[in-house]
């Protein structure tokens, strides 16, 4: 029987859960304690779980998350909106009415005879198509696949003299927020997950407001799913808006926080190929993205950038990798070094259900600086 077909009905039986109880069934593991009988499983699982794409945990069989992250070979190329592309997204036309119809609620309006460009806009890394529609003094994006408003920006029209006279406090701002959430229709399930100014040293001075709002699940804020939104204080003006509404599986958690930092641990002794002194590791849950940057590490590129130069000269940065992985439930495993520059530290995403490593954080950012 060739190796597929045997993968094939293996995956089948432990899919149906069928597999322990024939298991149990055989007359030569009669004696053993159930503990070990799923410890036999798991070990026969785990001999086939490159090619079927298994992973036994806490005494269940799931599928694994991860895969290869896919590489986008020609940017510029996948940049342009083609033919296939237009088969997808909705019209033109259709953008424009959904367009002035939403911005209605945000207290907006959107005529036709104003409109100065509307264009396609291709993001190849996270296979989404935008129509970016423009006015003189406001631009809104509209997803094209799906039909839905995205978000908007606004030209305030105020001079750097005024606005920096227009302050408020972060309990004022907030509040604000708020109200104008409420305004718009969005449901009070959106909690503030973030909030910052554009002078994080002294907020008396701030005026401009950026804050998140978030769903939560078992009180982990998602940011996938969120609204965000710049507030200019003492005429509380929206000048932009944004939502986020991306996939989100609410996976069970299966691996302890000692199992996910020993797994992060067994990771970095690969990636830290400068052998800097590990001085703390720290573990909390998060709702993060898949991303490929742990594997692209682990796999010897410093990062996923690549450069090109176009026909006029421009060198163009780009991210190679896609980032469409779908958010999870995970242990980020943060990992403190004593005699890394600049006290950079790097972080981990854990499965909690599988313990596959899904991606990370600030693992290429320090590399580029010390060479």
Partial sequence: MENKELNNKVSEKFKTKIAISNFQKEERLEKKSKYNILKFVATFVLTLGVSVGMVYAGGVIY????????????????LKVDEEDLKSIISKEQAINIAKEDVKKYGLELKEEEIVETKLQKAPN??????????????????????????????????????????SSKEEIIKVAKEKLKEYGISDEYKLSYISSN????????????????????????????????????????????????????????????????????????????????????????????????????NGLTNGNETVTLEDGTTYSYNAYKMNGRARKVYVVTISYEDRPFDQKRKYFVYCTTGEVIGGEDIFDLDEIEN
């Fill in 126 to 167: 996270y296979d989404e198509i935008s129509y970016i529609i423009k006015t003189n003094n406001l631009q809104i994006s509209i997803n094209a696949t799906e039909g839905k408003f995205r978000s908007f920006w606004l030209d305030d029209n105020y001079s750097t003299e005024e606005i920096e006279k227009m302050t």
């Fill in 63 to 78: 599928e694994k998350i991860f895969t290869k992250p896919e590489k986008i070979e020609n940017y510029i190329e996948e």
């Fill in 199 to 298: 002078i994080s040293d002294n907020e008396e001075k701030s005026y401009l407001w950026y804050l998140w709002f978030s769903k939560q699940y078992d009180g982990l804020f998602n940011e996938t799913q969120s609204i965000s939104m710049t507030i200019i204080p003492k005429v509380n003006q929206v000048i932009s808006f944004s939502i986020t509404d991306e996939p989100f599986d609410n996976n069970e958690i299966v691996i302890t926080e000692e199992e996910a930092i020993n797994i992060a641990k067994e990771k970095d002794k690969v990636i830290n190929s400068k052998n800097y002194i590990v001085s703390s590791v720290e573990a909390e849950l998060a709702i993060k993205r898949v991303n490929p940057e742990v594997y692209l590490k682990e």
